[in-house]
């Protein structure tokens, strides 16, 4: 059975940091794509971003490009997501996600959904 168990979230101020994890089990995920969304409450979800399998490209949806940092260890099969200047707005539940294709990951279309892990910015 595939899993994917997000950990990390947390209260944090304005301008503070947390780093998430998604940690995978019940396959090896270092050729596919894994990803992060994030929902606010009455919104819908929205791609935050993305690392490919194989080079491990990355991309960001440009509101956090520069604050937000995608890493994966393939040995662990662990993506990790690190959060610096978090602002309230940045408020979600963050989502990790997997999938063969980038291009579909980016747009929703995944394979792979964890549970969710609450992220709240706030003084």
């Known amino acids: 059975q595939v899993r994917l168990v997000e950990s990390g979230g947390g209260l944090v101020q304005p301008g503070g940091s947390l780093r998430l994890s998604c940690a995978a089990s019940?396959?090896?995920?270092?050729?596919?794509?894994m990803g992060w969304f994030r929902q606010a409450p009455g919104k819908e979800r929205e791609f935050v971003s993305l690392?490919?399998?194989?080079?491990?490209?990355?991309y960001y949806r440009e509101s956090v490009n520069g604050r937000f940092t995608i890493s994966r260890d393939n040995a662990k099969n662990t993506v990790y997501l690190q959060m610096n200047s978090l602002k309230p707005e940045d408020t979600a539940v963050y989502y990790c996600?997997?999938?063969?294709?980038?291009?579909?990951?980016?747009?929703?279309?995944?394979?792979?959904w964890g549970q969710g892990t609450q992220v709240t910015v706030s003084s």
């Open positions: 996600a997997a999938g063969p294709m980038p291009e579909k990951l980016r747009l929703g279309r995944c394979d792979y």
């Open positions: 019940g396959r090896t995920f270092s050729t596919y794509a």
């Open positions: 690392i490919s399998g194989g080079a491990g490209s990355t």
